[in-house]
C-alpha cells in the first residue's frame, strides 16, 4: 500500500480513515509522515477533512475474506457501518494475504461484502455469481 500511495500521491488525491466515536471519518493525506497514532494506535489523519460521498475506491482489511466478498472484521463494526452507506459508483476492495482466504464466512444481517477481495497471489470479484469465473489466479 505504501508504494502505491509513493507512485499517485502527486496525481491523487489519498484518504485516510480516521476513528470518531463508532464511526469512520476520512481525512487527506499528502505524506505519510504527518500521520498520527489514533484509537486502537493505529496510524491516522490528524484531520478529517474529507467527504464519504468523494471517494471512488475503499481499501478493507480484515482477519479473513470468503470468496463472496464476506469478512470477519476486527469486531468494531466500522467498515460494516461504512460499507452499508457505500454508493453504486463507489469500489471497495478487500485485502489480504492468501492465507487469509477461507471456505465461508457465515454472515448477519449487519455484515457488509466487499466488491473485489486481492491477495497477492489471487483476485476475487465478488460481483460475478460463478465461482469459476470469479476467481482469477495472478
Known amino acids: 500500500m505504501i508504494s502505491i500511495f509513493e507512485k499517485y500521491k502527486t496525481s491523487k488525491i489519498f484518504v485516510f480513515p480516521k476513528v470518531n466515536g463508532k464511526f469512520l471519518d476520512f481525512g487527506t493525506v499528502r505524506d505519510l509522515n504527518d500521520m498520527i497514532p489514533g484509537k486502537f494506535g493505529i496510524m491516522e489523519p490528524r484531520l478529517a477533512d474529507f467527504n464519504f460521498d468523494e471517494i471512488e475506491?475503499?481499501?478493507?482489511?480484515?482477519?479473513a475474506f470468503d470468496i463472496n466478498g464476506h469478512?470477519?472484521?476486527?469486531?468494531?463494526?466500522?467498515y460494516d457501518r461504512l460499507?452499508?452507506?457505500?454508493?453504486i459508483n463507489q469500489?471497495?476492495?478487500g485485502v489480504c494475504f492468501e492465507?487469509?482466504?477461507i471456505e465461508k464466512i457465515e454472515t448477519s444481517k449487519?455484515?457488509?461484502s466487499v466488491d473485489l477481495v486481492v491477495t497477492e497471489k489471487t483476485t476475487i470479484n465478488t460481483r460475478v455469481k460463478s465461482?469459476?469465473?470469479?476467481?482469477i489466479h495472478l
Open 83 to 87: 460499507l452499508s452507506k457505500k454508493r
Open 91 to 93: 469500489y471497495a476492495i
Open 57 to 63: 475506491l475503499i481499501f478493507v482489511p480484515a482477519i
Open 110 to 112: 449487519w455484515d457488509m
Open 131 to 135: 465461482n469459476i469465473q470469479k476467481i
Open 99 to 101: 492465507f487469509q482466504l
Open 71 to 78: 469478512r470477519i472484521g476486527y469486531g468494531g463494526g466500522y
